[in-house]
């Protein structure tokens, strides 16, 4: 007898490990910002000061984009972590808890109601790699 992990692991609903990471991301960036661990913030990251990038639900929330010429810098964890979270919605972004942050992200991987900012309307919290993958 020959199982499908990926049939089984979808119809069970259990998020892939690549979404597990991203949401385990988004919840230790969580965690930085509001100072419940002890991880300065680099120099180099900054939130959104300029009025025309904020609205009035969304005041620093979101980081300014680090651009980096160099790969081991740009995939590590402030950058690739910023540019997640600055395409997440305000509602997730401003949730106090950690454990119903974490059951809000993991519910739009699942359910695929929430939407990125990419062209073509592509949905950001899918199931499958491929539309992960421009994340990485």
Wanted: with cysteine; net charge positive; glycine share 2%.
């Amino acid at each position: 007898n020959w199982t499908n992990v990926t049939s089984l692991r979808h119809n069970l609903g259990w998020p892939t490990l690549q979404e597990r990471r991203l949401c385990a991301r988004m919840v230790m960036f969580k965690k930085i910002i509001s100072k419940d661990i002890a991880v300065p913030f680099p120099s180099y990251v900054n939130p959104i000061v300029n009025a025309s990038q904020t609205t009035r639900q969304s005041a620093n929330l979101k980081f300014n984009n680090i651009p980096s010429n160099i790969d081991t810098f740009r995939y590590s964890f402030f950058p690739r972590t910023i540019r997640t979270w600055n395409l997440l919605p305000s509602s997730i972004c401003s949730i106090d808890s950690y454990l119903h942050m974490r059951h809000e992200i993991e519910k739009g991987f699942l359910v695929g109601n929430l939407t990125s900012a990419y062209p073509k309307q592509t949905p950001f919290y899918m199931t499958t790699t491929e539309s992960l993958n421009h994340l990485f």
